[in-house]
């Protein structure tokens, strides 16, 4: 029997095992950083399939992207399983739906974005009213109708649009609350977002298109009402935190139909995608939509110093809005995290590599593409320097961490790009002040094995830096 408690030759814990190990029809696996969420996944599947718990085609196991897919077939593949299904969310839907129409027609993944922007470049002008909307949304007025909007003019309603429209599909509105979102709304602006969505979904509807939402939503409904079964017993979902609305109810229908089991792994602590719809709610409160769910969590970190660890829980925690989780680590590394003050940023990434043995990865990360790109145009003849933003490096992990720009500035961390006010029609408002950006914040910290440098501009340093900077964990660093 002790075999089985060992994946891709490593012994797991005892918090792991019992995660594995769990018969409940609702396990929910809370994975704090490094602590081995890959391995428990596929220490489950193991589990399963050595003790004739259950049948290999009757396993679903969905995670968040390709890349994640890819990694999860692997780690399987070292444990000699094969033939699981291993696959994202759209990818199921497409599969569900070719079972009963195999000549289904997916819409290209540029089309939101190509029908925005040609409504705002010529045919918002079909309409007085989203002629007005245009004009309101940028204080023109009539009269000065001659005035050009130039594409950088466009970008920030581009991206209103685009975010709009992802989150009213993500959260399974339907074209009928258009009608409520008109009554208490008091911007114009509403029209001109109805207006483009009703062009993206006639240009759907003349090229027989569906596109990612709709597969999700019809695979629910062809799910439901039987029209297509599918033979999965256990659904197992990686990144449960990064879940939206619509892929929940696809998953609660096959669970529906199938009396089948649920073991959901996630990290509340690394939800960073609310605008791409996700909702952290699922998970926060996975135990109120499932009273007797198991609740199993992972807090010993395998990659984390306990002193990192520490640090980093203590900041996380500062929101109460979560589940409270104890990170525990038997690495120990005297003041990991280091903040940079400098006053220069010219040759300040330089400086900082040289205190970085050459054989050793380092990850530079950004808040966003725009910290990044000051770097990116210079030439490190290193191949163990990769650059990310922290959104990319999610799940992953380096031996050395490089934060830039950890300051005040409207692009810094916390971001200060605030949401227009319109999106709270789709969005839910945070409950905590820079919620998701603290959380990202969190993401970047525990990406590190050994150590991280948090640059900071001496005079605008952010207010996170202001948190953590006495901490006794944190060593302090000048570059004049």
């Known amino acids: 029997m002790k075999k089985m408690f060992k994946v891709s030759n490593y012994n797991l814990d005892k918090e792991q095992i019992d995660a594995i190990k769990s018969n409940s029809k609702k396990t929910l696996v809370l994975a704090s950083a490094g602590s081995g969420k890959t391995l428990t996944l596929v220490g489950k599947i193991k589990y399963m399939l050595d003790n004739n718990l259950i049948k290999k085609e009757e396993i679903c196991c969905l995670s968040f992207t390709n890349e994640t897919v890819i990694n999860l077939q692997k780690e399987l593949e070292k444990n000699h399983i094969s033939n699981v299904l291993v696959t994202t969310i759209h990818k199921l839907s497409l599969k569900i739906i070719k079972e009963f129409n195999p000549h289904l027609s997916v819409a ?45 003019d466009k970008r920030p309603l581009t991206n209103l649009a685009l975010t709009f ?13 258009w009608a409520s979102f008109t009554q208490i709304s008091n911007y114009s602006i509403i029209y001109l977002l109805y207006a483009i969505y009703i062009s993206y979904e006639k240009e759907k509807l003349d090229n027989n298109w569906l596109d990612f939402d709709d597969l999700i939503t019809l695979a629910y409904n062809l799910i439901l009402k039987e029209k297509v079964r599918v033979p999965y017993k256990l659904i197992i979902i990686d990144e449960f935190q990064d879940t939206s609305l619509v892929r929940f109810q696809l998953i609660e229908a096959i669970i529906k139909v199938n009396n089948a089991s649920f073991w959901a792994v996630g990290d509340d602590y690394q939800s960073i995608y609310n605008f791409a719809g996700c909702d952290i709610n699922l998970i926060i409160n996975f135990n109120l939509m499932y009273p007797l769910t198991h609740i199993c969590k992972l807090e010993n970190t395998y990659r984390n110093s306990f002193e990192l660890a520490s640090t980093a829980n203590k900041f996380i925690r500062k929101n109460p809005y979560q589940i409270s989780k104890e990170i525990k680590s038997n690495i120990s590394s005297y003041k990991p995290i280091k903040i940079v003050y400098y006053y220069k940023e010219f040759n300040i990434l330089n400086k900082v590599l040289k205190l970085i043995p050459d054989n050793e990865k380092t990850y530079i990360l950004g808040r966003n593409q725009f910290s990044l790109k000051n770097y990116t145009n210079k030439t490190y003849n290193d191949g163990n320097i990769r650059y990310l933003t922290i959104h990319k490096s999610k799940g992953l992990e380096s031996d050395h961490v490089i934060l830039l720009n950890v300051s005040n500035y409207y692009y810094g961390l916390p971001n200060k790009i605030k949401d227009e006010d319109i999106l709270s029609l789709v969005k839910k408002r945070d409950n905590y002040p820079y919620e998701e950006e603290r959380r990202i914040f969190y993401v970047a910290l525990t990406r590190t094995k050994k150590d991280i440098y948090l640059l900071v501009p001496y005079f605008h340093e952010s207010i996170f830096i202001k948190e953590l900077k006495k901490d006794e964990n944190v060593q302090i660093m000048y570059y004049f």
């Not at 309409?127 to 594409?151: E, G, H, P, V």
């Open 165 to 177: 429209l992802n989150l009213f599909s993500s959260n399974n509105f339907s074209k009928e609350t």
């Open 108 to 152: 290209p993944e540029s089309l939101k974005k190509d029908v925005i922007s040609n409504f705002l470049n010529k045919d918002y002008q079909m309409s007085l009213i989203t002629t007005k909307a245009m004009y309101d949304y940028y204080n023109i007025y009539f009269f000065k109708s001659y005035k050009r909007l130039q594409k950088k």
